[in-house]
């Protein structure tokens, strides 16, 4: 073993000092102050999902409540009650059966053993938007539970502002408990 000089240890200890602070450094300091900014990004991210969860279980809370609303109005529906009839009773009522130019029933089962998803396409031919206003009227504000689901208009007439419109109505309906 060679002898160092006193200079030649200062150096060597000098060395060996800033690699074991160099290596505390990596990965005593900066390990922690990674593994802290990872968990502030971690806290962070759990705080948006509990968020955007608070503002799921108030959306499902108002569609619950909804849903409870349209259950009652099914129950609280005339026997025998048919979208098809009830449509074609709103139409005369509001003027515009003369304007219909067709009705088309669509029953959906959607895996619900006590209900069937009810649809009924109807095109109006050559209407008023004043008419048209007034049908839909009848239909959201029947307490039936029926509710619109597409609306598409087309302008036809150049003298006189008339509609053509395509109407989807659904609602829900009681499956026969027999």
Request: positive net charge; hydrophobic residues 45%; charged residues 25%.
């Amino acid at each position: 073993m060679p002898d160092f000089s006193k200079r030649e240890i200062n150096v060597l200890l000098l060395g060996i000092t800033f690699v074991i602070l160099f290596f505390g450094y990596q990965f005593g300091v900066v390990a922690v102050l990674d593994k802290r900014d990872n968990l502030k990004r971690i806290l962070n991210e759990k705080q948006a999902a509990l968020v955007e969860m608070m503002i799921l279980q108030k959306q499902f809370l108002a569609v619950s409540n909804n849903f409870d609303a349209k259950i009652q109005s099914l129950e609280d529906r005339e026997k025998g009650f048919s979208l098809f009839s009830f449509l074609d009773s709103q139409a005369r009522q509001s003027g515009v059966k003369e304007n219909v130019a067709y009705m088309k029933p669509f029953p959906k089962n959607f895996g619900n053993p006590f209900y069937t998803l009810a649809t009924v396409k109807l095109n109006l031919k050559e209407i008023y938007l004043k008419e048209l206003v007034d049908f839909l009227y009848h239909i959201e504000s029947s307490g039936k539970g029926v509710t619109i689901t597409s609306l598409s208009l087309s302008k036809v007439g150049k003298e006189k502002p008339m509609l053509d419109a395509v109407i989807e109505t659904q609602t829900l309906m009681l499956k026969d408990k027999a």
